[in-house]
């Protein structure tokens, strides 16, 4: 049996300054990206990290105070609207030093806290969490120490800093487009959310209440119907198969995520049903898989490539120091119009 290979020994911050030929306080300046070192000076340094391959120690940096890493917290991979959250981020923080590392943490809120509380015992420099289903109460004491943006809960803090959609705007819009195409069997796929979390303004919930609000506006309130599934292929499926075999099926069907839409779609199909012939069918997101050819879905615009990448910004600022008081920047839904709605093949 031959011999195992030899560890590549770590390259330290003393051996780039002994090879930029500095010392390693100038060296420690540069990583910090800290005022009197000259351009000049920089470029060496930086050509000598590599030349010899030196990624700085994270817990070494987290110990001078800084880690250059970013949490970000989101339940579910297969929605792919955080795909656009998180290519926002990434694209933000494209020419920084910074890092993001993604904890996938699924729909628990102690599987959430969890991974929460570990992004903070690795000294991440901040948090991005993605409509958090922990409890509001550990969220305001973790962003009490440590930077932190919420997007998507419509709860306002003076301890952390929020990015939300206007998702009651984006309800109404879809239901004023059904109904103007003759629909008045209008029903609603909606996240339950996490009963226990104490988040009072869940974008569920603002969506529920400005898809009641529309529903009620065109004298159709008691046609109202909320179904309450997960936002996922699956959940989609199951509220459709429900939805379309009930007495008094909708004609139309709206969800609260284009991945859920998409379920509903597969359920109808099963039944025989054509979209949108038999159903309109609405998303929100406007996701890549509205686009789809064989999907061309409508579905309301919440900007989400727009909405990692604001929230990236405003968390580096509190990340640096530049603000230290809360902010809540909110989102103008548009709806985009394909061909999976249309005028019901029956009045009603």
């Not at 560890?7 to 306080?25: E, F, L, P, W, Y």
């Not at 599987?111 to 969220?139: C, F, H, K, W, Y």
């Not at 292929?233 to 459709?240: I, L, V």
């Not at 910004?313 to 603000?323: A, F, N, P, S």
């Amino acid at each position: 049996m031959g011999s195992a290979p030899k560890q590549k020994k770590r390259v330290t911050i003393t051996d780039v300054a002994q090879h930029a030929g500095v010392s390693t306080a100038v060296v420690s300046r540069v990583l910090r990206n800290a005022y009197g070192v000259s351009a000049a000076m920089q470029e060496r340094v930086r050509a000598a990290m590599a030349e010899l391959d030196y990624r700085p120690h994270a817990a070494a940096r987290g110990m001078r105070g800084r880690t250059y890493t970013i949490g970000v917290l989101l339940d579910n991979i297969r929605n792919t609207f955080f795909a656009d959250i998180l290519e926002g981020i990434r694209d933000q923080l494209h020419d920084s030093e910074y890092t993001v590392l993604i904890g996938a943490a699924g729909f628990g809120a102690d599987n959430q806290a969890r991974t929460i509380r570990a992004m903070a015992d690795r000294q991440m420099d901040g948090l991005i969490l993605i409509a958090p289903g922990t409890p509001r109460s550990e969220v305001l004491a973790m962003a009490s120490t440590t930077p932190t943006v919420v997007i998507g809960h419509h709860d306002n803090a003076d301890v952390h800093d929020s990015v939300v959609d206007a998702d009651g705007v984006g309800a109404g819009l879809v239901v004023d487009h059904l109904v103007s195409l003759g629909h008045h069997g209008i029903a609603l796929v909606a996240s339950p959310g996490t009963k226990s979390s104490l988040w009072k303004r869940t974008p569920e919930i603002v969506l529920t209440e400005g898809y009641l609000e529309a529903m009620e506006r065109h004298g159709l309130g008691d046609r109202a119907h909320v179904f309450h599934a997960a936002y996922s292929d699956d959940g989609g499926y199951k509220a459709g198969m429900r939805l379309l075999a009930s007495p008094e099926p909708p004609t139309a069907i709206m969800t609260g995520a284009d991945v859920a839409a998409l379920g509903v779609y597969r359920a109808a199909h099963e039944l025989g049903l054509t979209v949108p012939d038999d159903l309109s069918l609405a998303g929100y997101n406007n996701t890549a898989l509205a686009a789809l050819t064989p999907v061309q879905l409508t579905s309301v615009d919440q900007a989400g490539h727009t909405m990692g990448a604001t929230a990236a910004k405003m968390l580096i600022e509190r990340v640096e120091g530049h603000r230290d008081r809360a902010m809540q920047t909110t989102m103008t839904p548009r709806l985009v119009v394909r061909r999976s709605t249309s005028a019901p093949r029956t009045a009603p």
